[in-house]
């Protein structure tokens, strides 16, 4: 009877779910996940496996906290809506919080996801240089191989071809550059040299576009969806600089890389930059409900609402910023703190590379490389020329996890054929047995494909 109760709910997912991103594959169709505790998840059929991706990079904390479920029942019962054109205390509250990781210099707008996020922080760039007398600024720059989000605006800052060109024309003034991908710099170059030279390509790009035209640059701190791609400290520096020197707003998205994925409570705080705007979504409520924030710096803000007619950002979003969601992110960031979670991401991560380092001598793996609880495992075909691993080779690695109990993620851009990145990005909150695990199954399955 379980059986064919089972089998009637893949019909039924079949019949009337249309899923994101995947083709569906009726030999291996989605898993219907029913439970989740910790970093483990159980499907329909009832296997667990480990969840190494956190979902989509966002439960931070792992599954079934029954302290967020809590914080969400007493606000909804207490104020289930307010519309942030009024205001609500867990947004108060929220807001102050980040301040205090920030560094209490920035002023929060709220919205659902990171795309939100991102839509925001263009709207918003552009609106303010046009209140500082450069109403011609409104391109922005960010580079190949990034994700930004799905919506025009953000799917147009993107950086891969595939996820774009059906849907084109996109948003127009948004220009793109090549990313470090310190693995595949030219031979005979520092990295250090090379990283500088990528930085300076926004220069480049500033001047021969006007600098007059562009509002302003985003980036991760570094490149996760699309490859795990770690820049050498000064490109950040560098970019910051010529952002400052060129009257350009520097925007980091932190919807991956904040609240401790990293090893820090923001991506960007292992480099010595100041964003001019923030975005973050993801591990801010490590998923249990949908909430972004753009962060702004306070001078920034002070342009708007002067008192002059139409000085305000002529945004709204009815679910943004909803006092469950503030609530459930305020008791998140309690967990991430009294858990000392930043610091265990930065511990395990370190873990997890050390044991993992003997992989480099695989003979398809190029390169391994990791920020906090963040590894990229890069597969080809052959170390010499790094010709990137074939889709079979890339899908059997990971096929074979998942029949080993582990996700493993996948990332890269497949136009450019470099599709060939292995992600884990695991809860925060693994235990050292999780974590044992983890270096079991992939040791194993890569021993089993030499
Ligand atoms: N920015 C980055 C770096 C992301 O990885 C994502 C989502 N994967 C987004 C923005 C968009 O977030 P959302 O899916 O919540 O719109």
Request: proline share 4%; aromatic share 8%.
């Given at each position: ?93 929220l807001a102050e919080k980040l301040n205090e990781m920030l560094g209490d210099e920035y002023v929060f ?112 701190p ?14 950040l520096?560098?970019?910051q ?9 520097l925007i980091i998205?932190e919807?991956?890389c904040g609240f401790g994925?990293?090893?820090k409570a923001f991506g960007h705080q292992h480099f010595n930059v100041k964003p001019d705007i923030i975005t973050m979504?993801?591990?801010l ?8 924030v753009t962060a702004v710096r306070k001078d920034i803000y002070e ?30 960031l309690?967990?991430i703190e009294?858990?000392?979670?930043v ?108």
């Amino acid at each position: 009877k379980v059986g064919q109760e089972n089998e009637s709910l893949v019909e039924k997912d079949r019949q009337h779910v249309w899923h994101h991103i995947s083709a569906y594959n009726e030999k291996n169709p989605p898993m219907i996940i029913t439970e989740g505790k910790g970093a483990w998840i159980t499907d329909h059929n009832g296997n667990r496996y480990l969840d190494g991706m956190s979902g989509l990079w966002c439960v931070n904390v792992g599954y079934g906290r029954e302290e967020l479920a809590k914080a969400a029942y007493e606000q909804m019962t207490k104020l289930a809506y307010a519309p942030l054109t009024q205001s609500h205390e867990p947004a108060i509250g929220l807001a102050e919080k980040l301040n205090e990781m920030l560094g209490d210099e920035y002023v929060f707008f709220y919205s659902n996801s990171g795309s939100d996020a991102n839509e925001v922080a263009f709207k918003l760039a552009r609106q303010y240089h046009q209140q500082n007398g450069e109403s011609s600024r409104y391109k922005f720059i960010s580079r190949y191989r990034a994700y930004h989000g799905s919506s025009m605006g953000a799917l147009s800052a993107t950086g891969q071809a595939l996820r774009k060109y059906k849907y084109e024309p996109l948003a127009p003034g948004f220009l793109h550059v090549a990313p470090p991908d310190n693995y595949r710099r030219p031979a005979g170059q520092s990295i250090e040299e090379y990283n500088i030279q990528r930085a300076q390509e926004f220069e480049e790009k500033i001047i021969w576009e006007q600098k007059e035209t562009i509002a302003g640059i985003i980036m991760e701190p570094l490149i996760t969806g699309g490859g795990v791609l770690i820049p050498h400290p000064v490109y950040l520096e560098k970019v910051q600089e010529i952002c400052q020197r060129h009257g350009v707003l520097l925007i980091i998205d932190e919807v991956i890389c904040g609240f401790g994925r990293t090893g820090k409570a923001f991506g960007h705080q292992h480099f010595n930059v100041k964003p001019d705007i923030i975005t973050m979504a993801k591990g801010l409520t490590s998923a249990y409900l949908p909430l972004s924030v753009t962060a702004v710096r306070k001078d920034i803000y002070e342009k708007f609402d002067t008192g002059e007619q139409n000085s305000h950002l002529r945004h709204i979003n009815t679910f943004g910023g909803n006092p469950a969601a503030c609530a459930v992110a305020l008791k998140n960031l309690e967990i991430i703190e009294k858990e000392s979670l930043v610091e265990r991401s930065a511990n395990l991560g370190e873990r997890l590379q050390k044991e993992l380092a003997s992989l480099k001598d695989h003979p398809f793996v190029g390169d391994i490389r990791g920020l906090g609880f963040l590894l990229g495992i890069e597969l080809v075909e052959d170390k010499k020329t790094k010709q990137p691993a074939s889709n079979a080779r890339v899908a059997k690695i990971i096929g074979e996890c998942k029949a080993n109990g582990l996700i493993i993620g996948r990332n890269g851009d497949t136009v450019a054929g470099y599709n060939n990145i292995l992600a884990l990005s695991p809860p925060l909150s693994c235990t050292d047995e999780d974590v044992d695990f983890m270096i079991a199954v992939v040791k194993k399955v890569f021993k089993e494909n030499e």
